[in-house]
């Protein structure tokens, strides 16, 4: 059973801010990001052949180490190179006592998926995550 | 929804003729209370399924339809690969084959309220549940491919469980046509200590009263008495499906274009069955099928182990299996013509009817049950499967209720701790590694399941047999 009920949206000067900030939602959805002790650093690499779909293959990575490495994150760092990105996640390793995580991600999905940027030069990258 | 965009063929079928793109008509089984609730979104994804190259007779949506990821939840499609036919990752869902495992336990109400604390406690205790909870099993590789191909009856070879629990699911506890090449080393890795975990969100185990019996026959021959006691499983495929399904959903959002097919929307991604990418996601996500299966069996194991402890004169015995995300080959009669399909049900239940031949010999007669999952303050229930259901949507049925509220809505509106309380004053106990989490899953976030399970009835997609009310739920 699945349900559509969690949005997360970054905002940004940059589509990289964007990104990075749309990485913090992504963590809020899970459990408070200012519990999150930026520890330990993790780099990630993606590629995807546009922009919206290269923000659902950022946060997919996220998903993907937070599930195999059991940790959080809670500051993020984004550039992005055309079609590639290349980012650094920092963050800890989940203490279910402490950080009561309310539920896992299992997936950030291709609806509601938009990058973009407004006519004031501001950034915006969201999309709708499966849990 | 503005029940003037259909016409309406009876109590509960709203017809939608095609139009535009569309190859074939729409159909919504539903109460007109229920259509007017639900989300434009649903008319919306309905539709542009019936655009889908290949597709069969009708896109279908059950009573408990809401807005999904290109298919909506609730959805039902067949597709014929000779008819340039597609398979569809995000017409399956994220959490492959997640589904609802239902055990009797010989037990009666009287035996359980006593202990019903305890056994909160040993269940809490043996089932890991809940975000970064990890299983005592760790598989290697070999292993891995091993579960991959044989579902639940590669677990009941390694003793989580007996052979006689394999006649009593879906596919008889392992689905044929796994590929474990098609399955990525992420997936495998996601998986690897996730084996025999429940996961969070709405995924629970639940120890139930038999609350009212609607079919006295019926309910006789799945084995279930007023005031008897069982017990329901409701997760799926884990890290491992959760991967295949987004690597899967991108793999075909690309290959959909260079296939020609034009998608309306991006979460349609697919790809024709008879295609490399659609072979592969096939392959995968029967491998997906097959660990659910599995992740299932290895709970029920613990399950035992915990009941066990504390009640040892039970014995669980499964009802039934059933998955409700999935995309099976069936062989379904059309216009007077067996054809084998792929029928994609997404958030829809497998109800086949009476004398079905896949259904094991102790279902033939009555049809195969049909289970339906609540939310933990109110009820969950057990239907069986008709014969008229194969003519109104191949075989298929609702499967829960469906949000009515948003998690952050829910969370502004209940304390997670007070809920526990409140449920506790009602005599049903809950465990949970996380308060927020009881919160966002507040049974007053949900529809209300009787409605949509009423409307499937009316609508004859499956047949009322029993209520269950919660006792005891640990909520991953």
Redo the contacts between chains.
């Keep these: 059973?699945?349900?559509?009920?969690?949005g997360i949206r970054g905002i940004g000067a940059s589509m990289e801010e964007a990104f990075e900030q749309a990485a913090i939602a992504l963590t809020a959805v899970?459990t408070d990001p200012h519990n999150v002790a930026p520890l330990e650093e993790v780099g990630i690499e993606c590629e995807?052949?546009d922009h919206e779909?290269l923000l659902?293959?950022w946060l997919?990575e996220l998903?993907?180490q937070m599930?195999?490495r059991?940790m959080i994150f809670s500051r993020f760092e984004v550039t992005v190179d055309r079609t590639l990105l290349s980012g650094k996640a920092w963050g800890e390793s989940?203490d279910?006592g402490r950080h009561?995580?309310?539920?896992?991600v299992?997936?950030?999905?291709?609806?509601q998926?938009k990058v973009m940027r407004d006519e004031t030069g501001t950034w915006l990258a969201q999309c709708?995550v499966?849990? | 929804m503005d029940t003037l965009q259909f016409t309406r063929h009876s109590e509960t079928e709203w017809f939608i003729k095609p139009s535009g793109q569309m190859r074939v008509p729409a159909i919504i089984y539903a109460t007109e209370e229920l259509i007017r609730d639900m989300d434009q979104k649903v008319f919306e994804q309905v539709t542009n399924v019936a655009t889908l190259p290949g597709i069969v007779k009708a896109s279908y949506a059950m009573p408990d339809a809401h807005w999904g990821y290109g298919f909506p939840i609730g959805g039902v499609a067949a597709f014929d690969p000779g008819e340039g036919g597609i398979v569809s990752a995000g017409g399956v869902g994220y959490d492959v084959s997640c589904g609802v495992r239902t055990l009797l336990t010989g037990l009666a109400v009287e035996d359980v309220e006593p202990v019903k604390k305890q056994l909160a406690e040993a269940l809490f205790r043996h089932v890991p549940a809940g975000v970064g909870s990890r299983g005592k099993i760790k598989l290697s590789d070999a292993e891995m491919d091993q579960m991959l191909t044989g579902g639940a009856s590669w677990a009941v070879g390694r003793n989580y469980g007996t052979p006689q629990d394999l006649g009593r699911i879906e596919e008889h506890g392992r689905m044929q046509g796994a590929n474990p090449e098609a399955v990525s080393a992420r997936a495998r890795e996601r998986q690897r200590e996730e084996m025999g975990t429940l996961g969070s969100g709405n995924h629970y185990l639940e120890v139930q009263r038999v609350a009212a019996i609607y079919d006295q026959e019926t309910a006789a021959a799945f084995g279930i008495e007023l005031n008897d006691i069982v017990l329901s499983i409701h997760c799926g495929s884990r890290g491992l499906g959760h991967q295949i399904g987004t690597e899967f959903l991108k793999e075909m959002a690309i290959a959909a274009r260079g296939y020609g097919i034009k998608l309306p929307d991006r979460e349609l991604a697919c790809a024709p069955i008879n295609s490399p990418v659609g072979q592969e996601y096939l392959g995968a996500m029967r491998g997906a099928i097959n660990c659910a299966l599995a992740n299932r069996q290895i709970i029920t194991h613990l399950t035992r182990k915990a009941f066990a402890e504390i009640l040892p004169q039970a014995e669980l015995k499964l009802l039934y299996d059933v998955s409700h995300n999935t995309c099976k080959v069936e062989e379904h009669e059309v216009d007077g013509q067996k054809r084998k399909l792929y029928v994609h049900r997404k958030g829809a239940t497998r109800a086949f009817g009476p004398s079905h031949p896949d259904l094991p010999d102790d279902f033939k007669k009555t049809g195969q049950p049909v289970l339906i999952g609540g939310t933990m303050g109110t009820a969950s229930y057990i239907l069986v499967g008709t014969k008229e259901s194969k003519e109104l949507a191949f075989s298929s049925s609702c499967h829960g209720a469906g949000r009515a509220m948003s998690r952050h809505q829910a969370l502004k509106q209940w304390k997670g701790r007070e809920l526990v309380d409140y449920l506790a004053s009602k005599g049903i106990v809950i465990r949970s590694p996380s308060m927020r989490g009881v919160a966002e899953e507040a049974p007053g976030a949900y529809k209300d399941v009787g409605e949509v399970v009423d409307a499937a009835d009316e609508a004859g997609l499956s047949r009322k047999v029993a209520r269950l009310e919660p006792r005891v739920c640990i909520k991953g």
């Design positions: 059973m699945m349900l559509i009920d969690i899970i995807a052949p779909l659902a293959e997919n998903i993907y599930a195999t059991r989940i279910i009561k995580p309310a539920v896992e299992k997936g950030a999905t291709y609806t998926l709708v499966d849990v």
